[in-house]
């Protein structure tokens, strides 16, 4: 059991423009202060709503966007990760620890470090109409990160390219055709194809199911399972449709505003959601049977912009359990048993 | 049938004339939408529900053409055939009769207009004499009932068409006019649960978040007060959480306005919440119709029974369906869900099967339950 | 890994996209001014091409382009003739063959269009692109720079270049390489990326620096009045493009796969040529043909002015300018109706011709009609 991923205190600024002279007024908060840790072969599911930040939180990951403050650290062996942590908590300031950063912190690679990593980490769109390029043949499109990582080129790129697309279910054909002449799910798995032809260790599904119909959904969550299993990948699942990310992922993470709210395993976070917000979300779910019906919806108001997050607990104003001291101090993600980490004041009272 | 039905769609038949060919998108529907109630249309993408819900208010698109059938609609002057109405009467029809509301809010508000102003447009298109009315006895009030402002106005109640009164209405000053829509834009609003109505008069469309648009354009559905609302997938985009809001909004508005709505939707969980009876639609054929509680409970037709097992459980994980929605250029002859059924016979791959009353009030158009005479 | 297999290969990747402009060609077909206007063009080409066939050159002529004098007949008078066996479309004055002037000016007016256009459009396409792609500071750069030239009046630059340069003009194509690898150079830095590409530049530079005080490259360019018209115009059309493929380039910028082919790891240039540019070029094309018409209006408007060719140059508008002399009176114009009529054909079709293919093309090409 090692991390594949490991995150520390992640930060994702994007500056306002503002001004005569263009310069930077404020700026929106998407990912602020986040850290988990992936393990190696497993589902992480990652879930909110729109505005909270876990599509950047996958991007940054994938250094597609540069980290304004925080580390990420990937593949590390164990034996580092101890000394890192280590280090981190008796001696913080320590050349070693700084070196050690350098050497495995992927948020400060560049160029050549850059281009080997970009072998290990892949993501699939969400949408597979704009996330495929409409004037190349399929082909090139999934050659393409091949030839990018000077892996293969010419025939050998083209023995890889059809053996990837037999293993999503697509036809020797497809190859030299155009991503419109396919439907959704079809252009969906040529999207998985690509992100999967240079055998990367992490991929990040993007929401890979929402811009496709229900019927082809289960295909394609099947076809991930299956690829899981084959090629030992490790994904991290970012989703708001609660009822899938439910089925497919070991653990999941709740964002909100930028923070994550409360991390666990799957059936301890869906059984028993400790933060008022994951209660309200997983509540909020429409449930298929009609002799459930409620009638208040659990959470009231609207997300608040991240620029300007409320002081504090961020979800205080919509909080139905707001107390003094949320409006204050921002809550920490902290221990509530079984593996349980939620970051909540009124959870967990003696800890806080 | 003790319920009036509002809309009655007989019948339908859509196709479309592509460079490929003929694309046959609705075979024959039918869909009948009784009075207060919330009738959830459900399909997956090129079953058709959609342009349904267009042909109902003739705005299928070209290629797009009605080809047969009838759509009756429940209207002051009794019973109408849509496709047999003149531009007059649709005009009048749509917003006024029959609202419909869409999936992606802000693609459906014009950018550079505020929110007052696309709701006043509505309001004044079917409503100008009742606000012409009111501002005059504004007027009246006020001791300005001889102005240029209130002849204004009694020009244009009473000949709204001449080629002076039209003049008028664009280079007046029509303030009273304007302040009395504003109240009724305001109170539109404030029944659609929008918090400081009038600050967000003044707010553009991409000012609003998805959650506020898709409340604009219902507010904008509503400004006339009409008796049906089709509602086009509304929630898709939005979050779960503002999804919960918007449909306790619609349950409200059954409430209170006594509408009838017609919710297309994909999500059958949000169909297990909201509808009263629920039809579902498979490539251009509605397969099976009937109350919520039996829909779920005993489904009959073999793809309702799929599209039932295929939601995701943690215990059972995902089930598909087999194969793919056929194509609806040359449609396959007989029963369309044939390929994909687990239950197909010989008479499937031949006949269509008809549209039956299998159980009091639930229907299905499956030879399993009879029709193959 | 034999030909053959390799042909096939390309036969096969070749097929979907054969089947794209065969659906383009059908809509070409389909569309009778489109069409119109494709063989308006293709008959020019064709006259252009055989020209020498068409009107051959007297073999005591030292450049084809000057228009023979017939000094056999007439030699006393300058009037102009109207068409006769010998001459076909009649003499202008001095007796200047004017079906001679028109066959070779078509080659002319090909020339002035193509490549005025094919060198605004390289120049507009890369600084656009570069302006669009990276954005920040070198968009604003970039985009004040082509704002100053959009100032400058095409016209009149043409005319000042025309009348200020003179033919013989050597150039000291040591400061030119010096100042164009210190500007490439600038760049790179800015951009910031191939280190190694950088070192050949700044080399490269050095060497040119050397050379201008040890051995200075001089090269003698023999510009007639035609080229200096071709070089004012290129200067001051080359914004037009800019700003278009720059706003193109910013639409398709924020685009899915331009990330993904990030994420796949291509450099910045590799997105720009496999992506990019494929997705944003079309629309620019169209503008391309439209303005080619335009281009040769302009010129053969400079030569009616007396500005353009030279006097005795194969060029459209410069024989109409050679016409004006004979229309002041109406007995006058009707007679010589044919020096200015025929050349004044042959322009108007040209122009139309390639209007027409402009529009058909973008018919053609819009993307949103394209599968309906």
Request: charged fraction near 20%; aromatic fraction near 8%.
């Amino acid at each position: 059991m090692s991390y594949l991923v490991q995150i520390r205190n992640l930060r994702k600024y994007f500056p306002v423009l503002g001004g005569v002279l263009r310069r930077s007024v404020a700026n929106v908060k998407a990912v602020d202060g986040v850290s988990i840790d992936v393990l190696k072969g497993e589902c992480f599911g990652l879930v909110g709503e729109s505005g909270c930040g876990k599509t950047t939180l996958g991007k940054t990951i994938l250094r597609l966007y540069k980290p304004s403050m925080g580390h990420i650290f990937f593949g590390v062996p164990g034996d580092v990760v101890n000394e890192i942590n280590a280090l981190e908590n008796s001696n913080p300031k320590s050349r070693r620890l700084r070196r050690l950063r350098e050497q495995y912190d992927i948020s400060t690679y560049r160029g050549r470090d850059l281009l080997l990593l970009r072998r290990k980490m892949q993501i699939v769109y969400q949408d597979p109409t704009t996330s495929l390029d409409p004037r190349m043949l399929v082909k090139d499109i999934i050659a393409e990160p091949l030839v990018a990582q000077g892996i293969a080129k010419g025939e050998e790129a083209k023995k890889m390219v059809l053996e990837i697309l037999n293993r999503v279910g697509l036809s020797d054909q497809a190859m030299y055709r155009f991503p419109h002449e396919f439907s959704g799910g079809q252009r969906q798995r040529v999207a998985i194809a690509r992100a999967l032809v240079s055998r990367p260790d992490f991929v990040i599904l993007d929401e890979p199911t929402s811009a496709v119909d229900v019927s082809v959904r289960a295909q394609l969550l099947n076809l991930f399972t299956d690829l899981q299993k084959e090629y030992g990948l490790t994904y991290m699942f970012i989703s708001h449709d609660l009822s899938i990310v439910e089925c497919i992922s070991h653990r999941v993470a709740i964002m909100y505003l930028g923070k994550i709210v409360e991390y666990s395993l799957t059936e301890e976070i869906f059984k028993k959601p400790l933060h008022p917000y994951s209660q309200a979300l997983i509540a909020s779910v429409p449930v298929p049977d009609p002799t459930q019906r409620k009638e208040r919806p659990p959470l009231t108001g609207e997300v608040p912009s991240p620029v300007n997050p409320p002081a504090g607990c961020r979800f205080h104003p919509r909080c139905p359990l707001a107390m003094n001291i949320c409006k204050q101090k921002e809550p920490q993600l902290v221990d509530a048993g079984n593996q349980h980490y939620v970051a909540c004041f009124a959870v967990n009272p003696e800890k806080n | 049938m003790s319920l009036a039905t509002v809309v009655e769609v007989k019948d339908l038949k859509v196709n479309f004339y592509t460079y490929a060919g003929v694309v046959e998108a609705l075979d024959g529907v039918n869909v009948s939408l009784r009075e207060g109630e919330i009738l959830g249309l459900v399909g997956e993408t090129g079953s058709g529900k959609s342009v349904t819900s267009l042909s109902v208010m003739m705005l299928v698109p070209p290629p797009g053409r009605i080809e047969g059938g009838a759509i009756y609609v429940q209207n002051d002057s009794g019973r109408e055939d849509v496709l047999l109405m003149n531009d007059a009467s649709l005009r009048s029809m749509r917003g006024k009769d029959i609202a419909m509301i869409f999936q992606e809010p802000r693609a459906y508000l014009n950018p550079v207009y505020t929110v007052e102003d696309q709701i006043s447009e509505v309001i004044l298109v079917h409503r100008k004499p009742e606000f012409l009315k009111n501002a005059l006895e504004v007027l009246k009030k006020k001791r300005r009932g001889g102005t240029v402002e209130a002849s204004n106005y009694r020009r244009m109640l009473r000949n709204p068409r001449s080629l002076g009164v039209r003049f008028i209405q664009k280079f007046s000053s029509k303030k009273t006019l304007k302040n009395e829509v504003r109240k009724e834009v305001t109170k539109v609003l404030k029944s659609v649960e929008i918090p400081d109505p009038e600050r967000v008069c003044r707010m553009y469309p991409h000012e609003l978040s998805g959650g506020m648009a898709q409340r604009v354009l219902i507010a904008m559905a509503l400004a006339c007060n009409p008796k049906v609302l089709i509602a086009d997938e509304p929630t898709t985009n939005l979050d779960v959480t503002v999804q919960a809001q918007i449909l306790t909004l619609v349950r409200l508005l059954k409430r209170d306005f006594k509408s009838s709505i017609l919710y297309i939707t994909h999500d059958l969980g949000v169909v297990a919440q909201l509808c009263d009876r629920v039809a579902v639609m498979y490539a251009g054929n509605v397969v099976e119709t009937a109350d919520v509680f039996e829909i779920f409970g005993s489904p009959f037709h073999p793809y309702t029974r799929a599209l039932l097992e295929s939601i995701p459980n943690p215990e059972k994980g995902f089930k598909s369906i087999p194969g793919i929605v056929p194509g609806l250029i040359n449609p396959i002859s007989g029963c369309r869900f044939r390929d994909r059924c687990s239950y197909a016979m010989e008479i499937c791959q031949k006949v269509k099967p008809p549209f039956l009353e299998v159980k009091k009030d639930h229907f299905a158009a499956c030879y399993l339950y009879g029709g193959s005479q | 890994m034999n030909v053959r297999s390799r042909f096939e290969e390309f036969k096969v990747s070749m097929r979907p996209r054969v089947k794209e402009w065969k659906f383009m060609f059908l809509r070409i077909r389909k569309n009778t001014l489109a069409l119109a206007g494709l063989v308006i063009i293709l008959c020019f080409a064709a006259i252009g091409m055989l020209a020498p066939i068409l009107a051959p050159v007297p073999p005591d002529s030292l450049d084809a382009f000057k228009i023979p004098k017939d000094t056999e007949i007439n030699v006393l008078t300058p009037n102009p003739t109207p068409p006769t066996l010998r001459h076909i479309f009649g003499t202008t004055d001095q007796q200047y063959d004017l079906y001679y002037a028109c066959i070779w000016g078509t080659l002319t007016a090909f020339r002035t269009g193509l490549t005025v256009v094919g060198i605004s459009l390289i120049v507009g396409l890369l600084i656009g692109t570069l302006a669009a792609y990276y954005g920040g500071m070198l968009d604003e750069v970039l985009m004040r720079f082509t704002d100053i030239i959009i100032a400058f009046p095409g016209l009149i630059l043409a005319m000042a270049l025309v009348i200020a340069f003179p033919a013989k003009i050597p150039i000291n194509m040591s400061m030119l390489f010096v100042v164009i690898f210190a500007l490439v150079s600038f760049l790179l830095l800015a951009l910031g990326f191939s280190k190694k590409l950088l070192l050949v530049i700044q080399g490269l530079l050095m060497l040119s620096l050397l050379s201008i005080f040890y051995y200075p490259l001089i090269l003698d360019l023999n510009l007639t009045r035609l080229d200096k018209v071709l070089i004012a115009i290129t200067l001051v059309g080359w914004p037009g493009y800019t700003r278009v493929i720059r706003g193109e380039v910013l639409r398709v910028k924020n685009e899915d796969y331009i990330e993904a082919s990030k994420a796949s790891g291509s450099t910045d240039f590799g997105t720009i040529f496999k992506h990019i540019w494929p997705n944003t070029v079309y629309p620019i094309l169209i503008v391309a043909t439209l303005d080619i018409g335009s281009i040769v209006l302009s010129a053969a408007a400079l030569s009616f002015l007396g500005i353009g060719a030279e006097p005795d140059y194969a060029d459209w508008g410069q024989i109409i300018q050679r016409s004006r002399a004979w229309m002041s009176r109406p007995e006058q114009l009707i007679g010589n109706m044919h020096t200015f009529l025929i050349p004044g054909l042959f322009i108007t079709s040209f122009v139309m011709g390639w209007n027409l293919l402009g529009d058909a093309l973008r018919d053609v090409l819009d993307p949103t009609l394209r599968r309906r």
